[in-house]
């Protein structure tokens, strides 16, 4: 979760793939923020003007004075649970919050709406209960899901593929955090509903050949044979039956997609298009090479 204060002292945030990237993209526009964290040594990389507050979620008291002075909010609550957004916005009433910018997810515009998006439409809805004005952010799947790939990568050099023919348009969450932090700092944006992806439509064979290109290493592609097969390639310790479920059913959609869909809301908002895949690996690429390749 993220909380900026603009008018005070500033916006606390929860640390992560967006939260980070969040994080810089304030700090660059000179916003005063804070920063919320379980652990501060999590922390310790990101931008020294980033005020940093010790809470939890699931300790609702440790949120009221993270949240004191906050004028704010960007809320990203984890898996599958609603407390978290509950208390959270508990706290951000009490705090006298003015605007939320919530991560929420394109999965809430399905027809019929899959267990994901259920899950998100319930927190947009206890946010729009609470009646501070707020900001959804939909984004699809995120460029940062390869790493789902990265143990059988190094290991075993291949990728279990379990939506084959199925096209989407993977986002980079730098992207979604350049878009919250204009939502944060700029007018007009309360009331608004934002669909986020990228620019390009790519199976993940077709992700896979690009990070193979940038490390320079073939990289296999195999099919998973099972729903279980695919839902323990991302969770290898095991994902709760709820989470599998809706895990299972997201890839049976996405591999009867074969044409996908995005949208030109980045571009938009930003004046520029979303960053590429290619761009992605380049950054990342570090991260798919074997130690010795480093």
């Avoid at 984004?139 to 593929?161: Q, S, Y």
């Amino acid at each position: 979760m993220q909380v900026q204060k603009l008018r005070h002292r500033g916006l606390s945030v929860l640390c992560g793939n967006i939260g980070r990237e969040l994080t810089r993209e304030l700090a660059a526009r000179g916003a005063e923020l804070r920063v919320l964290v379980r652990d501060p040594a999590r922390a310790a990389g990101l931008p020294e003007r980033a005020e940093r507050a010790v809470g939890d979620l699931g300790e609702p008291t440790t949120l009221t004075p993270a949240f004191d002075g906050v004028d704010k909010l960007f809320l990203l609550t984890p898996g599958i649970r609603t407390d978290y957004t509950a208390a959270a916005i508990a706290a951000a009433g009490a705090a006298g919050v003015n605007h939320i910018v919530h991560l929420s997810s394109l999965h809430v515009i399905g027809d019929p709406m899959p267990a994901m998006g259920r899950w998100h439409h319930e927190r947009e809805e206890i946010i729009r209960a609470c009646g501070i004005p707020a900001t959804f952010l939909r984004p699809g799947g995120f460029m940062t899901n390869a790493f789902d790939w990265l143990p059988t990568i190094r290991d075993g050099n291949h990728v279990l593929d379990p939506v084959g023919p199925g096209r989407y348009a993977p986002i980079d969450p730098a992207d979604i955090a350049a878009v919250a932090a204009l939502a944060l700092t700029e007018n007009g944006h309360q009331g608004e509903e934002y669909l986020l992806t990228g620019h390009e439509m790519l199976t993940v064979t077709e992700q896979v050949r690009i990070i193979s290109e940038t490390i320079g290493r073939d990289i296999e592609v195999r099919e998973a044979a099972t729903p279980g097969e695919a839902v323990r390639s991302r969770f290898p310790e095991g994902a709760p039956q709820a989470l599998a479920h809706a895990i299972t059913e997201g890839f049976t959609v996405m591999r009867a997609d074969t044409v996908g869909s995005r949208t030109d809301t980045v571009e938009r908002l930003l004046g520029r298009r979303p960053r590429t895949f290619t761009d992605w690996c380049a950054h990342n690429a570090d991260a798919f090479r074997r130690p010795e390749q480093t």
